[in-house]
């Protein structure tokens, strides 16, 4: 049974490395308390108040008192290099001039470029000044060397000051106790070095301001000096209550106060960070919470119209977030929960969506071109009344491919659309495809992965030569390692082919590679299903889960040894069955009635297709082709077998989707392996 904490003085705990899964620690004062490596899933700490004991924030703030008496020195010091450059007795006014230019140059630069690199030219200007002796007066060189400590009190005095930002502390108190030490340090140097109150201490107190915007700045999260407020959250998480290693995953730190707290390699997935308090004070190190812009989200789950492009948001809970109109362009959200999400008009073109959660999110308007998601991505119930598979318009169109293409979404059509895609392999073949090596490899690969049942889906020609071939797998399948062995037998099985192909054509590379150009083409993959084909390389990708669209023609299965017009579409279902009746009464009738033959099982079939109420007219047309293929296939079976083998695959992929109770399906399990005995297909 979870512990129950809540409420609790848990003050300088440990808890280090245990297992509290499920633990209650709601509204306990956690301060100090060390969750180091502790196993923390599903707990509860809403309410609860994480950071500083009290004699750490006691020791943190003396160190901080001193750094302050540190920089208000060495801010009065480059007041009184600046009053002695100005009043130097063997020098001219023109040296005093030349330091204070040096001073400005080098604070534009500070405010251009960030503190480090300001501190870098004084450096350079020190080394100039020092080698340039006779040119320069000593006056000069005395301010460059000013100038590095004035720069060194400026990063002492914005740590320092970052530091009572870290602590809640109002800076107005530092920067009042700063320039009191400033003070006193001046009238200090004009006791002992008779230097002027009146050019010192204003000298002090500008570069005091000035290292108040330094802070500011880094506070703001400005790049140029992320490190000073890197350093001051980690100087004042010390001794802080400490999450780092922690598994926090579903953790709800719903209300939290969390500033001081240490999330060092802690285990962020789906953490809910809804509405903590001072979350920004906290050491985030490399996690999520790194991101200024991801912390605010997930405390204020207000994402709307804004920008998240290539953000890390791996494992981030959104849950309820309002993100409508949001960029998410190739962000990071695996893992991540968007249950109940406002998602509408959000751009989640190639988004990471491995494992992603959008249980009833709704994303009407997305853009969900080349999303990566698979079978872990949760689309339940998710509402949407379309979505759009292009971030932009084909080329001098407003077509950005709308699906569905008219009309809406019916509920569950949404969900379903997608998940046909989770439970596919994508071979994506660069410059043609070579059939014959095809089903070689296709028929390998069912044996070597444990008979697994494959159906190709559809085959795609994307244009320039670019060929996706979807193959519809199980659910439970490994799809990885599908690709990765169709893949290699496929390599191998080209190699073979070339081979082969190379001896008796004596054909040269430059030929092979307009033949393999030539078989992208959908007519020409007719004419290499009877005929011989040439083609040397295919560039197998990794497999691609994304799910893609675009302007190219989709040629579905059955267009493979189907007729087509001159304009490359099918012939309608009429006409077709016309030609598969023809084809099939060109076989020789069995010669015992009783014994039906080749001629007689492909006329069930066909039959049996055309008869069938769940096949879409389009893909009985498919199925038809493939009838025709086999009929043609028989007429010349040993010529033939890889026609009739491709053709019984691509049947068996049209009847895939069916419900395994269709009359077709149980059909086709009688009948395609009796078809298949008689083509010498064993």
Sequence with gaps: MPKDYSGQNLRGCSFKGQNLTGANFSKADIRGANFTNAILKGADFTGAKAG???????????????????????STVIGVLLWYALNYKDGSIISGIVALITLVILCIITVRKGLLAGLGMVAIAFAIFSVSAVTFSSSVQGITIGSLVAFTGVITSSVTFTFFFSFAFTIVFAVALTIFFAFGFAITFKIFLHSAVAVVFPVAVVFIFFSVYICWRSFKGDEKDAWIRSFAIAFAATGGTSFRGADLTDTDFTGATLKNTDFRTANLTRTRFYEAKKLDFARPGKTILSNPAVLNLLVTLNGRNKSYSGANLRGANLVCADLKEANLKNADIIEAT???????????????????????AQMTGACVEAWNIESTTILDDVDCRFVYLLEYPQPGTDNRERRPSSGEFQPGEFTKLFEEVLNTVDLIFQNGIDWKAFVAAFKKVQVE?????????????????????????????????IHSDFTQNYQLALAAVEEKYKAELQAKDNEIVIYRQQSAEMTEIVKLLAKKPINVQVDNKVENKNMTNDSSRKVEIGSIGGDFNASGQALNLGEISGTVTNTINELPSAPEPDKPGIKELLTQLKAAIEADTDLKPKDKEKALKQVKALAEAAQNPQEKQDLADTAITMLKGTIANLPTAAKLVEECGKLLPLIAGFLGLG
Excluded at 343 to 352: G, M, P, R, S, V
Excluded at 455 to 475: C, L, R, T, Y
């Design 52 to 74: 500083l004991k009290k004699r750490w924030v006691i020791v943190l703030l003396i160190v901080t008192f001193i750094l302050s008496v540190i920089s208000s020195l060495f």
């Design 338 to 360: 968007f249950q109940g999400a406002v998602l509408e008009w959000a751009n989640l073109t190639l988004t990471q969506a491995v494992g992603t959660n959008f249980t009833k």
């Design 449 to 481: 992965n444990g008979d697994t049942e494959l159906a190709i889906q559809s085959i795609e020609n994307k244009g320039d030569g670019v060929v996706v071939v979807k193959v519809a797998v199980p659910d439970n399948a490994d799809k990885e390692k």
